[in-house]
């Protein structure tokens, strides 16, 4: 069977695996994330050992990202802050190395494009995906398509509201402060509290508040994009009783104004923890097409 390349590339580890055009994952592997060339070596040696043809390589990485492909540049991370990135070609070694058609997509617009194909957003004509995690990022799909302007959008840095209850913290995005990213990812949470959501009391205050900066961000995009389906993903929203927590914050936010009622329209992740994966996949598959 026609397989498929897959690589997860976060800013901790690289999840790798082998696939089929029916979404069967044949093999997976995970690799620190240290210096550029020692994980991209080590993602490529992976890939050789199994000795398998690959059709093609799809890649949803941690950014930013360059994604036009007219650019000297595409298929670079471009300006993270994480050491040693920056600047750093991943698309360009592999495809030197496995002679195929190498594509790439930020992880959270892969993980959309998945969930819109495969998973939550099944029969839907949009979908927007979210992720709350060590950073915050969206992806949009209309009619199978990614939402892409002059770059890949960064959700994650709108401005907010304060809740009046949280005045005091200056936020820990190091660009904005306290965007959405800056209040409500699992670092800013740290920051205040000593401890991840998920780990603080059931009646701490904090999960209301956490709950109330996410459902401001849903109804921002709601009034923007009104998407079918709002799929909510990252390790934040695996807290035990959020998601009802924003579902609940979102539509009092809403005021029954927008065509999507908060407490249908969002969701948990249809693929679970195979998001990341398969969308690297439905990235592999779109280079193809």
Known sequence: MTAYGL?????????????????????????????????????????????????????GSFGPLQLDKAAADWGHITRTPKPHWANTDLVGPFAEAFGCPAAIETDVNAAALAEAKWGAG??????????IGTGIGGGFVSGGRLLHGLSHPEMGHIRLPRHPDDMEFKGACPFHGDCLEGLASGPAIIARWGRSL??????????????????????????????ERIVLGGGVTGTAGLLDLVRTEAKSA????????????????????????????AVALSSTS
């Open 122 to 131: 099944t029969g839907c004509g949009s979908l927007l995906y979210l992720t």
């Open 254 to 281: 809403a005021a029954a104004y927008f065509a999507g009622d908060p407490e249908k329209v969002i969701v948990a992740p249809g693929l679970g923890e195979q998001s990341g994966l398969l969308g690297a996949l």
């Open 198 to 227: 998920s780990e603080l009391a059931p009646d701490h205050p904090g999960k209301a508040i956490i709950a109330w900066y996410l459902a401001q961000a849903i109804v921002t995009f709601q009034a923007v994009m009104e998407p």
């Open 7 to 59: 690589i997860e590339a976060g800013g901790t580890k690289f999840v790798l695996g082998i696939a089929d055009a029916d979404r069967t994952i044949r093999a997976t592997h995970r690799i620190p994330t240290t210096a550029p060339d020692e994980t991209i070596g080590a993602a490529v040696h992976w890939f050789k050992a199994q000795d398998e043809p690959l059709a093609a390589i799809g890649i």
